[in-house]
């Protein structure tokens, strides 16, 4: 994800020292789109509203922070998620669904300018770790670059276009080519 500039009023707060960090989070599930953020209660910021888990949710660490032109990933899990649930939960995993994080500054009780964008992605495999009565569940993210290494799949003939476009009939002519015996010089 580019690195963007911090917010002014964001900057002159962390110049201070009076600040607390907090994250704020977004996933796309199947039947929602869920945001969360570091504290307590509710929050409201740029349109959405973020539900509070507090001690409950833990962000891992990812790269990309040096400059460099990497396939890294991060993680997020959230702890004390009730037993009884865990099919449910599963279930609405979206793998490739989109999340975002942001860091922000607290102070006086309100957010401090706008925060700034940690990571931007999609969701890759659960992670469950089981507990007694309740389980965490942890999700790898991978940036959209990660796409890049992975095959594509597609074979480039007139019945795999025919597939993705019906209509289309740029391809009836490539496998032709492979028949064609061309002198040369």
Known sequence: ???????????AAIATGQWMPICLASFAFKSQTANCW????SLVWNGMTFLGIGSLGKIGSFGGGDGSVVADGASVSLSGIDATLLGETLADIQIGGAATLWLGAWADGAIVGTPYPLFAGGVDQPVIMPGTETFDIALRLETRM??????TCRRYTAADQRFYYPDD???????????????WG
């Open 38 to 41: 570091s504290g307590p209660g």
């Open 169 to 183: 009939t740029a391809f009836n002519y490539v496998e032709l080519q492979n028949d064609i015996a061309l002198l």
């Open 1 to 11: 994800m580019p690195r963007a500039n911090y917010d002014a009023t964001m900057a």
């Open 146 to 151: 990660k796409q890049l290494a992975r095959a």
